[in-house]
């Protein structure tokens, strides 16, 4: 511990350089983040689609699921906002314009992230968005609930006219069956006079009850019909009742929704910070490590021969190579030291 004490102490403007590189600049940008976001909201009241209009079937998952009304339709308009086209769609309601340098995906991507979907409770759920302006946030949020409703609707009427269509066709067959079975009643009656004997009076019971029939399945076939074109505007009045905006969302004046993501920022810059301090402290304590040693035996107090020291390696840079070379030019000085003395003597 004392090593990188005095590692710190030995690298102290450095680290204070790091820091404030890392921690002003996450403070900058937190700071900017927070001031730059404009958060608007929709609370909206929803509510189980009523029975006698909702398709049953019994292979639907819904009927075993325990979710609320409130995180059935959460979930339908998390799905939406990640759907291309449904964004399309909110776009161009709006005042929104994607950049030219920026790709369309990164574009739509960055809108669904600043959508956000909360389930209040049973039955209440909130979508918000947080834009960088105070207006485009209550614009995006009352378009996305528009295109919602839109869509709903579309897919309403593209199932209605599928029926309606397969009703026409059934229609159809249905009234050359009628025609057909008459026909076989009228041919039998011009055929037959009464008195009818017994197996004829049964069979013209039959082709009667066919006649009957016939008809039947085309009235109950116009009946549905009928039927299919009134279901969706039964749809839509029964969908107003099931999703209600109980508060629209306002242009924002003052900063909001911003302090989560200004929050994230600064707690990554100060961890980035404190991460390359320590890798910085952990380098430069290893780098005095292994500097220190030829240094430290410089330093050694001077002593009695204990041993010898069978080879001196001679030339430039020979000390630096190996422990044995360090130690024979502590004690004996560098060489040519001592041949240098004995001429002189």
Do not use: C
Not at 47 to 54: G, K, P, T, V, Y
């Amino acid at each position: 511990m004392r090593r990188y004490l005095e590692t710190a102490r030995r690298y102290r403007w450095v680290i204070v350089i790091v820091l404030l590189l890392t921690w002003g600049s996450g403070a900058v940008l937190a700071y900017s983040e927070y001031i730059s976001s404009f958060e608007a909201d929709a609370t909206i009241w929803t509510q189980r689609q009523s029975q006698q209009f909702a398709p049953i079937s019994p292979q639907d998952p819904g009927l075993t699921a325990l979710v609320t009304p409130a995180q059935e339709q959460a979930g339908v308009m998390m799905q939406l906002l990640q759907t291309r086209s449904f964004l399309r769609d909110v776009i161009q309601r709006t005042s929104i314009h994607r950049p030219e340098n920026m790709e369309e995906s990164k574009f739509l991507a960055e809108i669904t992230k600043r959508f956000r979907v909360d389930v209040l409770g049973n039955n209440l759920f909130r979508l918000a968005y947080r834009a960088n302006d105070p207006r485009t946030g209550a614009e995006m949020v009352v378009a996305a609930l528009t295109v919602r409703e839109e869509h709903l609707a579309a897919s309403r009427l593209a199932a209605t006219e599928a029926a309606s269509t397969y009703y026409r066709a059934q229609l159809g067959v249905a009234e050359n069956q009628a025609l057909e079975a008459q026909r076989d009643l009228d041919a039998f009656d011009k055929d037959h006079r009464p008195p009818l004997s017994l197996p004829d009076e049964y069979n013209q019971r039959q082709l009667r009850l066919k006649v009957e029939e016939t008809k039947a399945r085309v009235t109950d076939m116009k009946v549905r019909i009928d039927q299919s074109t009134v279901l969706p505007s039964i749809l839509q009045v029964a969908d107003s009742l099931d999703f209600q905006i109980v508060d629209k969302p306002l242009d924002e004046v003052k900063p909001s929704g911003g302090t989560r993501t200004a929050a994230v920022i600064a707690g990554s810059a100060f961890v980035a910070g404190l991460s390359l301090v320590g890798v910085l402290l952990i380098v430069g304590t290893l780098l005095a490590g292994g500097m220190a040693g030829e240094a430290g035996i410089a330093r050694l107090a001077p002593a009695s021969l204990f041993a010898s020291v069978p080879e001196i390696a001679h030339g430039r840079g020979a000390a630096s190579r190996d422990l044995r070379g360090a130690l024979a030019s502590a004690t004996f000085g560098p060489p040519g030291v001592e041949e240098a003395k004995e001429r002189d003597g």
